[in-house]
Every structure is written in C-alpha cells, then in structure tokens.
C-alpha cells in the first residue's frame, strides 16, 4: 500500500505486547504511534526496534516549551528517522517557527504538525486557562495559526476536519483519532466516527488504538478498515 491511512497508536508500557502486535500486522499497511508511555519506559531503542520491523513512526510527545528547546528537540526526533512528530500550538507562534526550524536543521525530513486544543478539554477547561469563545473559535485560531506558521498539519477531531479544510489548504495534513470501525465499542471516546466518515470530512490519516490493539486477531480488523477505505468512492 503506497501511503497508508492508518496509524496504530502502540498505547503500551509492555515491550512484549508491542512486538506480538507488531508480528501480527503487516508493514506498509499501517503505520503505528509511539506516545508518552512507551517512549518514556524504553526510549529510542523501541524506536528503532519498530522501525527494524518496517514499521514508519509518529512520535506523539507533544513538546510545549521555550522556543531554543523545542527547536532542539524536533531536530532530536527527526534524527530518529520518525515519519512524523507533534507540538502543542498553545506554544505560540515563535515555538511553532522555532519547531520548523529544528526540522530543518535536520537531514531527516520528518512531518511536523501540532496539537490544538486537546479534545479531552471542554468549553469550561479552556476558559478556566484564560481562552474565550467557543472551543471551535479556539480550534480553528490555532489551526490558522500552525498553518501560516508553515508547519504540516495538525491533530483534530475528524467532526472539525472539515471546517478546518476551509481555513486552511488541500496540502495541510489532518490527522484524526476518535475512529471506530461500526459495530465495535466506543470505550472512552465520545465522539466517533467511522474510518470512511472521517476521510470523507477531510481528515488524511486515522489514529486507531483498542479496535486493533485489543481484537483477537488485529492483522484482520487492519485488512477490513484498509478494505473499507479502499472502496470508498
Ligand atoms: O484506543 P483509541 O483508538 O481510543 O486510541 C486513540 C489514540 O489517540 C490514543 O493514543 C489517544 O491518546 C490518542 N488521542 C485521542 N484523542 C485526541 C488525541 C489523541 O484519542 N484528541
């Protein structure tokens, strides 16, 4: 598969789980998202270890912090080889610009988005830090922002994909999680949509934990959302 839409969040603090699910799933046919967790119990070895196994990266920690130090550490992910890696837009302009640069300086390419507003935040999270107006306003701001600041893309909401679109440009990356596929359970996630949904409002990839981590056999539930979303049109 040339460019696959599924990024398999390795939410995990076990080493041996990550490498059954990894012999499970074929690479090329998804990639898979290293987080806080996994990376903070077994560091650049788990992801090289990933990257060995054929599998492409999105390294999710997220950085928020002073301008120089971000720059420092986007250049450290990226000479990880990761595919992809984030920062928090609440970081503002000048660490956004700063995070562009660390990219830069690297000779690995990696694509850099951010973060808006976390979707765990509701309205009232996001007045009591001092924002107004409504999580949306927030959300298409910040996405604004990161767009003007020449970075890839960012995480959203698939139900904000499309708005955010309009703001933005066909090349911007929108990478979304809260997909079920139908007939599997929501879990903790509130808002779902299904993988189809979702690139039909616009977003370009799909981050999907338990659906796959958690099936019997997540190779085949990978093979029926690829399936999915192959047939789309
Ligand atoms: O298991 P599930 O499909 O809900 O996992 C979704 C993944 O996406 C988790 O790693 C979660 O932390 C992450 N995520 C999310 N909602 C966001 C941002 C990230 O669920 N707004």
Redesign the pocket.
Known sequence: MNDPKVIV?L?YDDRIAVERLLSNLTPGECRV?V?KELFTHFGPDIIKYIQDSGFEVFL?LKFHDIPATVRKACKAACSLGVWMLNVHALGGREMLHAAREGVGESNHKSKLIA?TI???SNVKDIHQIGLHGELSENVLRLASMVHDAQLDGV?C?AQEASIIRKVTNDEFILVS???RPSGVQN???KRVLTPKEALDNGANYL?????I?QAENPNRVLQDINRELVNRI
């Open positions: 969040a939410d998202k987080g999710d973060v976390l979707t765990s995480v909401s999680p809260g997909i879990n903790d996630q981050v999907i934990g338990r659906p981590t």
